[in-house]
């Protein structure tokens, strides 16, 4: 059974994960506290919130799975070698079980709350339709050859998808309108940090066991933390240095949002969260 070589190392390892899990789950709140205060949900984009909802629903099967079966863990060292350490933490289990729940609960707001005419848009439930019929075809495919490390694996790499689908439309809303104002852009830096704990977590577990097995054994993981850094890096160059807001003191008022569909151009600002 593998296990760490360095008992400093796995300290460090479990600080990076928990700071990750922590930053990352504290970035939900906002939201949630100013639906709450607002008794609205006007400008909140109800497409985001399902894409999310659905990226962090396929992350949890992945996570929860890989960490709790021994079956799936069983293939995942005989793939990898039997001295491999499990790549997923209970940070990850953590972190996926409080999004999923944080994220429902702001559907939740949404479906008490004043909603003005917002709706869900045609395309965001065509996508999620869609992920979730690959989902269940993947299931199928892994039945007879019991190849549950791959069903799982498919999961993972769902919720990369989702990840990137889900930061693109506010990317290019920032550069077409030249502003970031009404984006909260504390929820990137929160994102940053989570970000890149979570990269020093797989490189403090990869150093201990001298293997970068943790790395591709756990693509997922590793692309979710790239996808994050890389567009969180680039809200805060718009945010900062091409369109900051001493330069858009004339742009519309931050609380006049648009409440077109998250998937269309001409969306207006978006509270965003990881």
């Known amino acids: 059974m593998a296990s760490w070589n360095s008992v400093h190392?796995?300290?460090?390892?479990?600080?990076?994960?928990?700071?990750?899990?922590?930053?990352?789950?504290?970035?939900?709140?906002?939201?949630?506290?100013?639906?709450?205060?607002?008794?609205?949900?006007?400008?909140l984009n109800f497409d985001f919130v399902l894409l999310n909802l659905t990226k962090h629903s396929s992350y949890l099967v992945y996570n929860a799975t890989l960490f709790f079966s021994s079956v799936v863990q069983k293939q995942y060292r005989k793939k990898y070698g039997l001295d491999q350490l499990i790549p997923v933490a209970a940070n990850d289990v953590a972190f996926s079980t409080h999004a999923v729940l944080l994220t429902a609960f702001t559907l939740f707001q949404i479906a008490i709350y004043d909603r003005g005419n917002q709706k869900v848009s045609k395309s965001c439930i065509a996508i999620v339709s869609v992920a979730w019929l690959a989902a269940a075809v993947?299931?199928?495919?892994?039945?007879?050859?019991?190849?549950?490390?791959?069903?799982?694996?498919?999961?993972?790499?769902?919720?990369?998808?989702?990840?990137?689908?889900?930061?693109?439309?506010?990317?290019?809303?920032?550069?077409?309108?030249?502003?970031?104002?009404?984006f909260s852009i504390g929820n990137i830096l929160l994102d940053l940090l989570g970000g890149v704990a979570s990269y020093g977590q797989m490189a403090v577990q990869s150093i201990d066991q001298n293997s970068w097995v943790n790395f591709?054994?756990?693509?997922?993981?590793?692309?979710?933390?790239?996808?994050?850094?890389?567009?969180?890096?680039?809200?805060?160059?718009?945010h900062y240095v091409l369109y900051p807001a001493k330069k858009t003191a004339l742009s519309p008022d931050p609380d006049t949002v648009s409440q077109e569909p998250l998937l269309k151009s001409s969306d207006g600002p978006q509270k965003e969260q990881v």
């Not at 039945?143 to 990840?163: A, K, R």
């Not at 591709?216 to 160059?237: A, E, M, Q």
């Open 216 to 238: 591709y054994g756990n693509i997922g993981k590793t692309l979710l933390s790239f996808v994050s850094i890389f567009f969180d890096l680039l809200f805060i160059v718009q």
């Open 138 to 182: 993947c299931v199928f495919i892994a039945l007879p050859s019991h190849s549950w490390l791959w069903l799982v694996s498919c999961f993972n790499t769902l919720q990369v998808v989702m990840t990137t689908i889900k930061y693109i439309p506010q990317a290019v809303m920032n550069f077409r309108r030249k502003s970031t104002i009404g």
């Open 9 to 43: 190392l796995e300290v460090l390892s479990n600080v990076f994960g928990w700071t990750a899990f922590c930053a990352w789950s504290i970035s939900f709140y906002p939201q949630v506290i100013l639906n709450f205060r607002r008794k609205s949900v006007v400008g």
